[in-house]
């Protein structure tokens, strides 16, 4: 494979155009369209069945590959930026960080650094991290068997909660509400390694060897979606969640946030200390909290956007597009943000969470498209596919995403719109 592919034919325009350079890892047209507005030359390092003719008018040079694998992807990198230089690699997917990071280090191209991404990533590293500088008190402790949950229950009580140690969107999160659960959800955590997971689903080999065992954290949840420039951390937006199924996978979120204002300052000035530390320097900030009746509590952090398209809803009630912010990051495009930015009005996305089996009629798509509420109206499936039980965020069949006036307007016309689909299953011999 050339490590100078322009596919569009034209020779690259990275020696010539003075423009900054970024390597983007992962990533959708959307994204390396943003980057070329911003005024950039792209390099994309992408899986090669995730890159189409749609990306050609942006990218100047594509590295089609596992790019999870940093062994492979990290020389490629290196001989890349000694032709044409880029000013750093970035990336707003999960699988992407730790390479980003790591192409970043080796190069000398500043950005966060291996050890606070590696941190974010693992979350019991992160825990003992937080109880060593006495933030966010949650007990938790590494398990592999039943035994291991049946005494971490004994230790802290029930509920218990069973997690990945890595890996997001809710994939792999079990709760124990009784000590006879403990066999049923060690063993049902353990077929989660059945080996049909695609290379970018994982955050890598092993996810299943082990799990994470937290004490189970009362109360809502809030995401805080933060940018940091030079260490200095603004809070663009709190996001309230609905969460469903066994597995608290999110089914709906909306902002600006309709928490008491005594409660978000409470829960920023934890999200801040968090940040600092972890040792985030630059970018994008997605925690999630828990607002528990002991006060706010750290769930996990990822130096990314939020996914489930909190970056449309930030976009929509703060006039804030958190992916040009992380694609430019030190490079000062688009200008930093001085303070948390006042809202515009409400935005909320509503998931469709159908009933699982064989779906045979999918109706009402037509009246939502042309109601005045909606924003965007993905459909994830159609006549003929199966829908499993709703057990991560892969598992969903599509969202809508409303505006109103107000958070609670846009709650309530995202909820009536995705009621209007009707995506009628029959149950799966």
Same mark, same amino acid.
């Given at each position: 494979?050339? *490590?100078?592919?322009?596919?569009?034919?034209?020779?690259?325009?990275?020696?010539?155009?003075?423009?900054?350079?970024?390597? *983007?890892?992962?990533?959708?047209?959307?994204?390396?369209?943003?980057?070329?507005?911003?005024?950039?030359d792209?390099?994309?390092a992408?899986?090669?069945?995730?890159?189409?003719?749609?990306?050609?008018?942006?990218?100047?040079?594509?590295?089609?590959?596992?790019?999870?694998?940093?062994?492979?992807?990290?020389?490629?990198?290196?001989?890349?930026?000694?032709?044409?230089?880029?000013? #750093?690699?970035?990336?707003?997917?999960?699988?992407?960080?730790?390479?980003?990071?790591? *192409?970043?280090?080796?190069?000398?191209?500043?950005?966060?650094?291996?050890?606070?991404?590696?941190?974010?990533?693992?979350?019991? +590293?992160?825990?003992?991290?937080?109880?060593?500088?006495?933030i966010?008190?949650?007990?938790?402790?590494?398990?592999?068997?039943?035994?291991?949950?049946?005494?971490?229950?004994a230790?802290?009580?029930?509920?218990?909660?069973?997690?990945?140690?890595?890996?997001?969107?809710?994939?792999?999160?079990?709760?124990?509400?009784?000590?006879?659960?403990a066999?049923?959800?060690?063993?049902?955590f353990?077929?989660?390694?059945?080996?049909?997971?695609?290379?970018?689903?994982?955050?890598?080999?092993?996810?299943?060897?082990?799990?994470?065992? &937290?004490?189970?954290?009362?109360?809502?949840?809030?995401?805080?979606?933060?940018?940091?420039f030079?260490?200095?951390?603004?809070?663009?937006?709190?996001?309230?969640?609905?969460?469903?199924?066994p597995?608290?996978?999110?089914?709906?979120?909306?902002?600006?946030?309709?928490?008491? #204002?005594?409660?978000?300052?409470?829960?920023?000035?934890?999200?801040?200390?968090?940040?600092?530390?972890?040792g985030?320097?630059?970018?994008?900030?997605?925690?999630?909290?828990?607002?528990?009746?002991?006060g706010?509590?750290?769930?996990?952090?990822?130096?990314?956007?939020?996914?489930?398209?909190?970056?449309?809803?930030?976009?929509?009630a703060?006039?804030?597009?958190?992916?040009?912010? %992380?694609?430019?990051?030190?490079?000062?495009?688009?200008?930093?943000?001085?303070?948390?930015?006042?809202?515009?009005?409400?935005?909320?996305? +509503?998931?469709?969470?159908?009933?699982?089996?064989?779906?045979?009629?999918?109706t009402g798509v037509?009246?939502?498209?042309?109601?005045?509420?909606?924003?965007?109206?993905?459909? %994830?499936? &159609?006549?003929?596919?199966?829908?499993?039980?709703?057990?991560?965020?892969?598992?969903? %069949?599509?969202h809508?995403v409303?505006?109103?006036?107000?958070?609670?307007?846009?709650? %309530?016309?995202?909820?009536?719109?995705?009621?209007a *689909?009707?995506?009628?299953?029959?149950?799966?011999?």
């Amino acid at each position: 494979m050339s *490590i100078d592919a322009v596919p569009t034919g034209r020779r690259s325009s990275a020696v010539v155009s003075g423009r900054p350079r970024v390597l *983007i890892v992962g990533g959708g047209q959307e994204h390396v369209r943003k980057a070329r507005e911003l005024g950039m030359d792209v390099v994309l390092a992408q899986f090669p069945d995730a890159y189409d003719r749609d990306h050609w008018p942006y990218v100047d040079q594509a590295l089609l590959l596992d790019y999870g694998d940093v062994d492979r992807l990290l020389p490629l990198a290196r001989a890349l930026h000694e032709a044409y230089p880029f000013r #750093a690699a970035v990336s707003l997917f999960e699988l992407g960080l730790l390479p980003a990071a790591r *192409i970043n280090e080796a190069l000398g191209l500043g950005g966060e650094s291996v050890a606070t991404v590696e941190l974010l990533l693992d979350k019991w +590293r992160m825990r003992r991290h937080l109880a060593t500088k006495g933030i966010s008190p949650v007990a938790s402790a590494v398990g592999r068997s039943a035994q291991d949950v049946r005494e971490f229950a004994a230790a802290h009580g029930l509920p218990v909660i069973v997690k990945p140690i890595r890996e997001s969107g809710s994939l792999g999160v079990f709760c124990v509400r009784e000590a006879a659960d403990a066999d049923v959800v060690a063993e049902r955590f353990r077929s989660l390694d059945d080996g049909h997971w695609d290379a970018r689903e994982l955050s890598g080999a092993g996810s299943f060897d082990e799990f994470l065992m &937290e004490e189970f954290l009362d109360g809502p949840e809030v995401s805080v979606e933060t940018l940091t420039f030079d260490g200095r951390h603004v809070v663009v937006a709190v996001t309230d969640k609905e969460c469903g199924g066994p597995g608290f996978v999110e089914v709906g979120h909306s902002q600006p946030s309709r928490c008491p #204002a005594g409660t978000l300052a409470e829960v920023t000035r934890l999200v801040s200390d968090f940040l600092d530390a972890v040792g985030l320097r630059s970018g994008p900030g997605h925690t999630e909290v828990k607002l528990t009746s002991r006060g706010p509590r750290i769930v996990e952090s990822h130096n990314r956007v939020g996914g489930d398209r909190i970056n449309e809803l930030t976009r929509i009630a703060y006039g804030v597009d958190m992916e040009r912010h %992380a694609l430019a990051a030190g490079l000062g495009v688009p200008a930093p943000l001085a303070s948390t930015p006042e809202p515009r009005g409400g935005a909320a996305v +509503r998931f469709l969470t159908p009933e699982p089996g064989r779906v045979v009629e999918v109706t009402g798509v037509d009246a939502v498209r042309a109601d005045p509420a909606l924003v965007d109206l993905r459909l %994830a499936v &159609e006549p003929g596919d199966v829908l499993p039980p709703l057990a991560w965020n892969e598992d969903k %069949a599509g969202h809508v995403v409303a505006r109103g006036a107000t958070a609670a307007e846009a709650v %309530a016309h995202g909820r009536r719109l995705a009621g209007a *689909i009707h995506v009628r299953t029959e149950p799966v011999a």
